[in-house]
């Protein structure tokens, strides 16, 4: 090892507030982390954007936006614009990635029942069918737009010729406007900040109209939800999940409304991955970011993970919260070394006409 490299491995080991083993691999690591995300964005030039945005969200940076990224890397800020404000990449790809990992890699230790998301993660058919090929029971929303079949009403007259006719497909928002003030159910579902929170509900066995192919039709149950939204207007809410038809209203209503737990779990990525951070002035771009801080968060929460296990026995608990501490703390000032190696061989390679990942 050369002298100058041999130095710098000695400052950062005396900097560190952990053991060094915590360290050793992570650039490696960080790179085959991010990989299954970043796949979907083709082009080696997003690909290479992608790997430096999530360095700057883990580093040390007290802003983490793309001007204190691209400076703190000395990457050109226009170039970083463009990929988070304004690039066409697929975000959505991205989260289902995501989740999907987090359930099969590390689901035994995520005790859970349900899998909830909005709309961006209902509305894809073949997210549910992956989470139906976990074994997942999830409960996710769908725009109003969404085509049902509606399997508990009556099929048309059948003329005698033929297959027997279905009921056509409907738009879900239809759908409901043909309900009667009788089928929807009160649910009292916790205490809120402005008092209780309750809502409407009213369930239905349905094929999905975006389930169709030449495979046996799915069921699923829809859930509508209703509740006031200020100024005299009431708010609906559509929803899809595979439970059981008989599951209770009171646990669909509780899992629909659990957005709080949601928040809280939001709060590390606030505070460690810049998820908060966030300066553009598009939709998209903000979804850019927010997209990464979440990968970046998921990618601490392993580390701090792999961390814990180094310490567990003669040197403390698992699950110690000093450990967690130390941990963490320690892995963003290495990860900006890192990120700063990254970096510096990319802009070797592009001296040589080629680059190789590290």
Known sequence: MERRFEIQKRKILKE?????????????RLEQFVKPFIASLGRREPK???HIYISGLL????????????????????????????????HQSLQQELALDMLKNNGE?????????????????RFRRDLRGLDEQYLLAVPSN???????????????????????????????????????????????????????????????????????????LLIVTRSPDGNSKVKYDYYLSNAPADTSVEELARVIKA????EDSLKRAKSEAGLSDYEVRTWAGWY????????????????????????AGADGSAGSR?????????????????????????????????????
């Not at 560190?16 to 490696?28: R, S, Y």
């Not at 703190?72 to 988070?84: K, M, S, T, V």
């Open 59 to 90: 580093s040390d940076l007290r802003r983490k936006n793309v001007e204190s990224i691209a400076y703190r890397y000395d990457q050109d800020r226009r170039a970083l614009q463009r990929f988070i404000g304004f690039a066409p990449w697929d």
């Open 48 to 50: 290479e954007n992608a």
């Open 288 to 311: 850019h970011h927010q997209t990464l801080s979440l990968i970046a968060t998921w990618f601490l929460i392993c580390e701090t993970r792999r961390g814990k296990k180094i310490y």
């Open 259 to 262: 957005e709080h737990r949601i």
């Open 146 to 220: 969404t085509g049902i079949r509606d399997l508990d009403s009556e099929p048309p007259v059948y003329g005698g010729r033929g297959q027997p006719p279905k009921q056509p497909f409907k738009r879900v928002d239809r759908w409901r406007d043909s309900l009667g003030d009788n089928v929807w159910t009160k649910v009292d579902v916790r205490d809120g900040e402005k008092g209780p929170l309750v809502i409407e509900i009213v369930t239905c066995r349905v094929v999905a109209q975006t389930e169709r192919s030449w495979h046996e039709p799915v069921e699923e």
């Open 109 to 125: 230790y995520l005790p859970h029942n349900w899998i909830a998301g909005d709309d961006e993660m209902g509305r894809s058919s």
């Open 322 to 358: 000093s450990v967690v501490l130390a941990v963490t703390s320690s892995l963003r000032p290495q990860i900006s070394r890192l990120g700063n190696t990254f970096c510096k061989a990319q802009k070797q390679a592009e001296r040589v006409g080629s680059f190789s990942p590290l």
């Open 16 to 28: 560190a507030d952990i053991k060094p083993q915590v360290f050793n691999g992570m650039l490696k």
